[in-house]
């Protein structure tokens, strides 16, 4: 029994890292054709779906060559109509009736016709998801800090379980309804304050504190109820207040458990979509002001996936390999230098 719970145990751990494997082999597979097309200037590129004409190589070389006469010197043009044979009658006139007649066959080449090419970049969506990421964790991280404290170590029992239910019951609510919320009532009003559209990069990144808050603010309350009681006691017998027992003794005992509900929290807002899509905009601009509207990552995907084929599908799988590898990047830093044991 004891043998097949550890063989157990380890696939179990093994499964995650070959779900991850497998993942990111399939977002390769799917972006290589857009990563041989666009490679790596892709991720400075501001352009999407942009339309490129590029001239046929006969074109090229009748430029080059200069078989186009540059002046009307070159041209021999008659000056009086005698010079000019006009027949007379329409039986003077041998009119082809087909190809055949002239001794020319059909002209299948398409070498002589101009090109066109689609020109896909992903520094727009990739700028407005970092930026709409980190304005949610800057807005977010104090309040879920105060209601964490307040939960904690400030409110009676009567109060602090009611109001951690609510926290819970907020973390439970669909994405998508915080969307409809922040499209219909949230963002007129954070547009009647501080102007600028009601959809916006600064409504995409307040709906998004809002939505994270409670799972930094749950995940930091359990970790700072660890703290053991002698220790806050011991630092009140000494003469601390209430403000040096929380920040000496109870924040670096539980520092653990709020950095890492800080990183799930910011994974969470990385990936996050449908409510993002409500409110952001979907422009493919660059937002000069806070309450301009852009585009993430997750938008593009869901606004386009559907009715993309060839190239344009191939380049959303690009897109959704960038974001995979930007969410595993900033998290794993997060984690390998926030919570490295300090020797």
Do not use: C
């Not at 157990?8 to 290589?32: C, D, G, M, P, R």
């Amino acid at each position: 029994m004891e043998s097949i719970f550890k063989k157990i145990s380890s696939f179990s751990a093994s499964f995650i890292l070959i779900l991850l494997s497998a993942i990111f082999v399939v977002l390769f597979i799917y972006a290589k054709p857009a990563i041989k097309e666009y490679g790596l200037y892709f991720l400075i590129n501001p352009q999407w779906g942009v339309v490129q004409n590029t001239p046929s190589a006969t074109q090229s070389k009748t430029l080059k060559k200069g078989e186009i006469p540059q002046d009307s010197d070159d041209l021999a043009i008659p000056q009086d109509n005698d010079d000019i044979a006009i027949p007379q009658d329409n039986d003077d006139i041998a009119v082809p009736q087909d190809n055949d007649d002239l001794g020319m066959a059909p002209n299948n080449d398409t070498s002589n016709q101009a090109s066109s090419k689609m020109i896909y970049g992903g520094l727009v969506p990739i700028v407005g998801t970092i930026l709409s990421t980190f304005l949610a964790m800057f807005f977010a991280v104090p309040i879920a800090m105060g209601i964490a404290v307040f939960l904690s170590e400030i409110a009676p029992p009567f109060i602090a379980k009611p109001v951690g239910v609510a926290i819970e019951l907020l973390a439970a609510i669909p994405s998508i309804i915080y969307g409809m919320w922040g499209l219909f009532y949230f963002g007129p009003l954070v547009a009647d304050i501080f102007g600028g559209s009601s959809v916006s990069l600064l409504v995409a990144s307040l709906v998004l504190a809002v939505m994270i808050i409670p799972f930094m603010a749950s995940l930091t309350r359990d970790s700072m109820n660890t703290t053991p009681n002698v220790l806050k006691e011991s630092a009140y017998a000494m003469g601390a207040t209430k403000f040096e027992v929380i920040k000496d003794v109870v924040f670096p005992y539980a520092k653990k458990g709020i950095i890492g509900s800080m990183i799930l929290a910011l994974g969470r807002a990385l990936g996050e979509t449908m409510a993002v899509a409500f409110v952001i905009g979907g422009v493919f601009n660059f937002p000069h002001k806070l309450t301009d509207p852009t585009v993430s990552i997750p938008v593009v995907l869901a606004n386009n996936f559907a009715e993309s084929s060839g190239i344009s599908l191939n380049v959303l799988f690009y897109l959704a390999l960038i974001l995979f590898v930007l969410s595993f990047a900033v998290i794993s830093f997060a984690k390998f230098y926030f919570l490295r044991d300090k020797k």
